[in-house]
């Protein structure tokens, strides 16, 4: 079993309609990251969250650390918003950052 | 500054051959790592930097890769006799210190060996 695991690994969605990418750990963190990758490799830092929720424009990312779980909403999805979206968790060992990455959700906009 | 850099975007080598990529951070961060990505999968930790120190380095990482950061700014990952295994996408992420620092990534080099 993966230390970060996504669900639904791809999702395919209509113009417009709201989404939900959940990601779920097993670690212990100090924070977690949605990050999102566009073909040919760029990875954008969407959110980093502690606790609590955050909100940017149509994304919203929430996290329970009690549930070690974190969702990232998407809504009135665009064409635009197709992209890989990955979890990332943060924990501290010996000092350090350290991350894991989950395998990250494939979602496609149709217009 | 404009974020992470990465040079090469693309290299394609023979089998056998050695290749080198550098990735420039963001000039303020001290921390930088190096992952590797195939297709379909998440980012793999290879190695880490604070500072020009190698604090960590992943059993993934065979004696034939090395990386540097000689003076805590721009960093090093040479793969020495590659192998048709280490085509991937290879991404250089920086942050900070600071606690609710973000992770900045590069675009990543792609190799392809044939």
């Known amino acids: 079993k993966n230390e970060v695991e996504q669900s639904p690994q791809n999702l395919t969605a209509q113009e417009g309609e709201f989404i939900t990418i959940n990601c779920s750990y097993s670690?212990?963190?100090?924070?977690l990251h949605w990050l999102q990758q566009h073909p040919g490799g760029g990875i954008v830092s969407l959110f980093m969250?502690?606790?609590g929720k955050k909100k940017h424009g149509r994304l919203i990312a929430t996290i329970n650390i009690q549930e070690k779980h974190s969702s990232l909403h998407i809504t009135a999805s665009h064409p635009r918003d197709s992209a890989v979206y990955i979890c990332?968790?943060?924990?501290?060992?010996?000092?350090?950052?350290?991350?894991?990455f989950g395998t990250g959700t494939r979602l496609k906009v149709l217009a | 500054d404009t974020g992470v850099s990465q040079d090469p975007r693309h290299k394609i080598t023979k089998r056998g051959q050695n290749v080198t990529f550098r990735c420039d951070p963001i000039?303020?961060?001290?921390?930088l790592y190096w992952y590797r990505q195939t297709l379909g999968q998440g980012p793999e930790f290879l190695t880490y930097?604070?500072?020009?120190?190698?604090?960590?380095k992943s059993r993934l990482l065979s004696d034939r890769f090395s990386a540097e950061r000689p003076k805590g700014s721009f960093s090093t990952l040479e793969i020495q006799r590659t192998e048709q295994g280490d085509s991937a996408m290879y991404l250089c992420?920086?942050?900070?210190?600071?606690?609710?620092?973000?992770?900045?990534f590069g675009s990543g080099t792609q190799l392809s060996v044939l």
């Open positions: 969250l502690s606790s």
């Open positions: 992420a920086s942050s900070s210190d600071r606690v609710n620092e973000k992770l900045f």
């Open positions: 670690v212990g963190i100090s924070a």
């Open positions: 930097f604070q500072n020009e120190a190698q604090l960590e």
């Open positions: 990332a968790v943060r924990y501290t060992t010996s000092g350090t950052y350290k991350y894991i």
């Open positions: 000039s303020e961060h001290n921390r």
